[in-house]
């Protein structure tokens, strides 16, 4: 990376369950450790792009969030963490504006006000968790959607990489994600793919091959019934334009749905 | 209207800012009684839909709400209204789907789950003023877009009205609306062409031809600064195919911007 100033300057997935918050096992509190690790290799960021499955969630459209203020508003099963940010607002506008001009089926979301206090934006578990092992940086908060082409989430995470390395501070990419929710004592039943799932999108990340995940057959995703697929699409894409090598890994299935954590940093 | 069931019973504009829930001048009473008689219309309707410019803001999307439950979140200026609602939301996708077969640019807006209690919206005073004075029912939020075509809205409008005479409950539309706001003494500065948007567009309401809507130029919308001209063309397009009598109408101007109602019935 002679003469290039790097800008997009690692990438992770972060899961979004209650049970790194608590951890009550071993393989549990490593997972909150990974997670905490990430936040420390963050901590040179001084922005987050973060796309989360949990906020809105459009069929068809790709949300880019474009208000000034994101608030703590929904927590999971009880469990509330606060929280206010500021959004990184250009930078949402870039990466708004660079893919609709490649014809990505990309929407701005804006609420109550189009600026100042009343231009805010409520946040769940699936993005207040991430950031709970995060130092407070301003971020920018995309959606991805379900009932687009592999191939547009994919493309949607080049723009991202492209519009990340141009920019002029240092920022990370963050997909947060749950994987398969079939793994049975939950409220999603049991299916022997979610083991399946967890284990191949593992073993994906670990060899730091993300191309295969455009292998997954849609009848295994449908039975395992992840909260990732999407995101890592988009991940997938970012790693694209900006290659990075996996630092570290974790994974753990508590409950009903696998959790994991990755870190990637530039070569 | 022999032998149709009518179920588009009634639509109406309807303000929302503040002053209306503490009138403190005879004229501002007059508005809140005027709200409190599109109320004790609309109590016959089983569920309404309502627009509303203080909600999602798309630049190029015009937005259908999905979620199950929608609450309130977001008051102005220190004055807020609380109230929880559950949403028609089989109506909801009916419009969208209807909307998406006519090519419009509508985009489904689900949030945090696709279903159950943790499927919510927030809601800002351009919604809970207006339905703090109409009686608990199941809505549809709507949300308008100010950078698609007049002829879009219109259109939109008008698969509203297809869609609400079609449906199998009793149903009013609601465009929540606030008129020009650079009457002066406030955030918005003062120019001439306030008073002159907003007695054209009472004009407009009083004669009952809301297609004049489409003569006022983009220049005295721009000066006069309305959040009201986008839900009027929906509401227009709403009465082509649903033609309604005027019932009765108010208009005030206690501070910055103007606030009016109006009620139509059907003929």
């Not at 946040?123 to 959606?143: M, Q, Y």
């Not at 083991?195 to 091959?209: A, V």
Request: charged residues 25%; aromatic residues 8%.
């Amino acid at each position: 990376m002679y003469g290039v100033k790097v800008m997009l300057i690692g990438a992770a997935i972060m899961s979004h369950g209650n049970p790194v918050l608590k951890p009550e096992d071993e393989e549990t509190r490593k997972l909150a450790e990974a997670l905490k690790e990430i936040g420390r290799e963050f901590s040179k960021a001084e922005a987050y792009v973060i796309i989360s499955p949990h906020n809105v969630r459009m069929s068809e459209a790709i949300g880019v969030i474009m208000v000034e203020n994101l608030i703590s508003w929904l927590g999971f099963d009880g469990v509330h963490l606060p929280g206010e940010y500021k959004t990184e607002k250009e930078l949402a506008k870039e990466i708004y504006q660079r893919a609709k001009v490649k014809g990505l089926p990309v929407v701005d979301i804006n609420f109550a006000s189009l600026g100042g206090e009343y231009s805010r934006f409520p946040l769940t578990w699936g993005e207040l968790i991430p950031l709970h092992f995060l130092e407070k940086r301003p971020i920018v908060l995309l959606t991805p959607a379900r009932k687009v082409s592999r191939d547009t989430l994919v493309k949607f995470g080049e723009v991202i990489g492209e519009v990340l390395e141009e920019y002029d501070k240092k920022v990370t990419f963050v997909a947060s994600a749950d994987h398969a929710h079939a793994h049975g004592n939950g409220p999603y039943g049991h299916a022997p793919e979610a083991k399946e799932y967890d284990e191949l999108i593992m073993r994906i990340i670990k060899e730091n091959r993300l191309e295969k995940l455009l292998e997954i057959s849609d009848e295994l995703i449908n039975k395992a019934l992840p909260d990732s697929y999407w995101q890592l699409l988009v991940l997938y894409g970012v790693l694209k334009r900006a290659p990075m090598k996996l630092k570290l890994s974790a994974y753990v299935c508590p409950t009903y749905f696998g959790m994991g954590a990755a870190l990637f940093v530039r070569k």
